[in-house]
């Protein structure tokens, strides 16, 4: 690298440093010394300057230029002069050529647009661009000696802004006065730290002009003072807007609210110089605000850190939050931001016309007649002829057409005793209009819904129910129709409601499909559907706006009820016309169909109530009865035995008589604690492989006497083969064929016929019974499984009931995997009860079990010990076993059955539970531990208490089994059939 340039500035550095080969100028060592003389007197200067050399006008320059090159800088070293300034060489180029030529070309304040930063901006120039000659003195450069003017030239154009802006400040003063009339405020500027008022002028307030340090306690009142000082502290450490709505002390002695905002002024230094503020008077909006209980704000910001005075009323106008305009007869010349977006106007320019054509455009109503105002009867018309004026007006917005109503306050501007013109404050007050409204229609819905309330509590009916409302609501909302409809496997069943002018709708089910699919999935998903206008709407297709419109239905809205996710019912009102449902009138029928659906709840629950309390009343009726029948036969019996004992004949007709109507009243208890145990879910079921043919077969011997005694014709139809078998407790099976034969015994007159069909239908065991008796009407049908249902007229039939007998058919039924159902013609054609159960497959070790549980009652009689402190109820079931051909033998304590026992070991033990000395428990506790040997010996509890819980009780005591006194014929056979024998 050379060692020319000396010096240690940047630009000599970079010159030296440069690829001079790879530019026109080629290497330094070849340069002339013209040149090098150049370069050296253009280093050693303080000046900007810059050299073009040579036939592209390379340029080089010196450290004081660098900074005009901007972001150009150090590229354009070494590159031609148009390609460093190319933004501004058509306005240089003429310059060049003209320095080539010989002459020395100089100007001031020259204008250039120049792209320096990375954006275009305005600069200004003095330079002289003079020719650099060679040794031959031909020209072979150009040297341009450069200032910036562009500072100089923007601080004489801002002190030029400053003065036109006091002129304009001192043309505005009197419309300043007058917006601080019309819109009530006081200015004042403050000391940087606010000890110090300067100047106050107010309306209200004592004006000072002179400044005073006691301005706090003259003005603000004793308990608004820590507010105050803690929001001026506040402001002043933050150097930010102070702002706070506080009392002061009136020039006339009173006390007011002022709203108070101040903006800081900066000084060069960031520091403040002073405060400027203003101070509304918001006495009367504050007593609004507490009234109406609401608040409306008022004003924004007010100022901003502009130029000083000439600045003040925008920043006033600004930064208040109401619409602000001033004018004179020729039109609107000054308006803030918020008149502008208020009346719809984009710029002041636009506003910028007469009254009358603003007022045309805008559409200016009087708030309280709703009648328009002429361009004379404009506040703003009338505040020029003069007037001050305060109204409420309601104004169209001229773009959106929205219409807004505000309070306008007009004032005139008055200077020298003659109106220049008028300023006009518009206080939007729609909200607390609008406020008002809301309470006026929530305060009439709330009437609406307690009228409604009251109509529906008393009525029970529930369809009456759905008239009576919508009718109330088709008449509140004023549509044509308004009707309920309940979903019905896919189609509406239609309860007609209100109709008003409007064709009624066809009384038929109409199909869900009918109404559009989508409508039908947003009501399955618990979704409203509204509709303004059928014919426009873009979610019907062609068919189902067709439908819609042959009905009459031009807006829709419908409510659906949806429950445990199935859809149930729904509320329609229709219009005929279009209609743009409000947010009121949508929660008005939300409101109207939840307090509908509970009062449909709630009338069929109360319904169901009554039908319970009755259902209850008859049952218990019923129950005294049947007990009275049951038991009136066997105090006669006993009574005629006693005088009758030598009568054999007698005794034995009286006997046949007493069981059969102690069999009855064991019956009505037995089916009562069944239905209690299955109630209560403690039922158990013993599940065994049945035979359908054995099921059937015990039941007619369990019947067949009463079958007998009614001179019944009966009829066994078998379509299935002897090995149809199910999977289920053998005796509740029994239990339930047993009670539809004795229901159809009862209800068929003497000499009918009972048939008793089974048969295999697909994968079901089927046991049908049937009767020639007096039949269920078709109503009846759906309740005849009900407990405590009895739908046939029975006094004719001796035999009566409890209505439970066929509800515990279809609980035993279903608890086993089946279902039972009921068939009649009508009264007197008969019925039809059918069993369903489950086939199950017979495995050979279970079909050898059942042979055997067939064979072993061919075994020998048992050998059986009965135990109960009742001597009666030993003896009598003792003696019953013996008449079975069974070795039976009572005891009437525990230590004589363990006697007995010892002499006597028994094959089965009945044992009851509640013996004084030595209960059940014990004694068979004691009778494990002696007889210990096989088989073992059989004890089974027989007992008064039946409920699981003791059953729970007798199984953990090693009990074999447990039958409640007085135990069933058939429970009696299967504990004698299970038990084991001895060896003979």
Known sequence: MTDWPPGGGEMARRIRAHDWAATPLGPIAAWPQSLKTAVDLMLASGHAMQLAWGPERIVLYNDAYAPMLGSRHPHALGIPFREAWPDVWDEIEPLVRQVFAGETVRFDDMPLVMTRRGYPEDTWWNFSYSPVRDEAGAIAGLLNVTVDATGQHRADAAERERDAANARLRDNEARFRALV????????????????????????????????????????????????????????????????????????????????????????????????????????????????????????????????????????????????????????????????????????????????????????????????????????SRALQGERVVRNVKVRHRLTGEERIVRTSASPVVSGGRVLGAVAVNTDITSAVRAVEEIRLLEERQAFLLKFSDALRPIADPARIKVVATGLLGEQLAVHRAFYADADNGHWIVTRGFERDIEPLPERPFEMSACGDWIVEAFQAGQSVVIDDMATDPRLGSQERDAHLALQIRAEVALPLVKNGQLVAMLVVHSAAPRAWSGPDLALLEEVAQRTWSAVARARAETALHLADRRKDEFLAVLAHELRNGLAPMVYNAEIGSRSLADPALLQQLSARTGRQLRHVV??????????????????????????????????????????????????????????????????????????????????????????????????????????????????????????????????????????????????????????????????????????????????????????????????????????????????????????????????????????????????????????????????????????????????????????????????????GHLAKPPSSADLQAVLAAAPRLPA
């Open 181 to 380: 009339t019309a819109g009530a405020n006081s200015i004042y500027r403050m000391s940087p730290d606010w000890r110090l008022m300067y100047q106050l002028d107010s309306q209200s307030l004592a004006n000072t002009t002179a400044p005073i340090e006691n301005w706090v306690d003259k003005y603000i009142p004793q308990e608004d003072l820590p507010a105050v000082l803690h929001a001026m502290e506040t402001a002043i450490r933050t150097k930010s807007l102070f702002q706070l709505e506080h009392r002061v002390h009136l020039a006339d002695g009173g006390v007011g609210w002022v709203l108070s905002r101040a903006v800081p002024l900066l000084g060069p230094d960031g520091e403040i110089t002073e405060w400027f503020g203003a101070g509304s008077d918001v006495t009367d909006r504050r007593e609004a605000t507490e009234r109406l209980h609401k608040s409306e704000e008022q004003y924004r910001e007010m100022f901003g850190a502009a130029e000083r005075r000439a600045a003040e009323l925008g920043a006033v106008i600004e930064s208040m939050g109401d619409a602000v305009y001033m004018g004179d007869a020729q039109g609107i010349n000054l308006a803030n931001q918020a008149a502008l977006d208020q009346l719809g106007y984009a710029s002041q320019e636009e506003l910028d016309r007469r009254i009358g054509l603003l007022a045309q455009e805008i559409q200016t109503r009087d708030a309280a007649t709703g009648e328009e105002m002429s361009e004379q009867d404009q506040p703003f």
């Open 667 to 960: 019956r009505l208890v037995d089916d009562l604690l069944d239905v209690a145990r299955i109630n209560n879910g403690k039922i158990q079921l013993d599940l065994e492989l049945v035979k359908a043919r054995e099921i059937v077969s015990q039941a007619l011997d369990a019947c067949r006497a009463d079958i007998d005694r009614k001179h019944h014709r009966l009829a066994i139809i078998e379509e299935a083969d002897s090995e149809l078998a199910v999977r289920g407790d053998r005796v509740r099976l029994t239990q339930v064929v047993s009670n539809l034969l004795s229901n159809a015994t009862k209800y068929t007159d003497g000499g009918g016929t009972i048939t008793v069909r089974i048969a295999r239908e697909g994968e079901e065991a089927v046991i049908e019974v049937s009767d020639t008796g007096i039949g269920i009407p078709a109503a009846a049908l759906p309740q005849v499984f009900d407990l405590f249902t009895q739908v046939r007229n029975q006094q004719a039939y001796s035999a009566g009931g409890l209505g439970i007998g066929l509800a515990l058919v279809k609980q035993l039924v279903e608890m086993q995997g089946g279902r039972a159902t009921a068939a009649s013609g009508g009264p007197g054609q008969g019925s039809t009860f059918t069993v369903r159960l489950p086939v199950a497959s017979a495995t050979a070790v279970e079909l050898a079990e059942a042979a055997a549980a067939d064979a072993s009652s061919a075994l020998r009689a048992l050998r059986v010990l009965v135990v109960d402190d009742l001597r009666d109820s030993a003896d009598s079931l003792a003696q019953l076993l013996c008449l079975e051909g069974h070795d039976a033998e009572a005891a009437y304590s525990g230590k004589h059955a363990l006697e007995n026992a010892r002499r006597r070991r028994p094959d089965l033990v009945l044992l009851d539970l509640g013996m004084p000395g030595m209960d059940g428990f014990e004694v068979a506790r004691r009778l494990r531990d002696e007889f210990t040997g096989e088989p073992a010996m059989q004890i089974v509890a027989l007992t008064g208490w039946g409920q699981e819980s003791d059953r729970q009780k007798t199984r953990a005591a090693s009990f074999d």
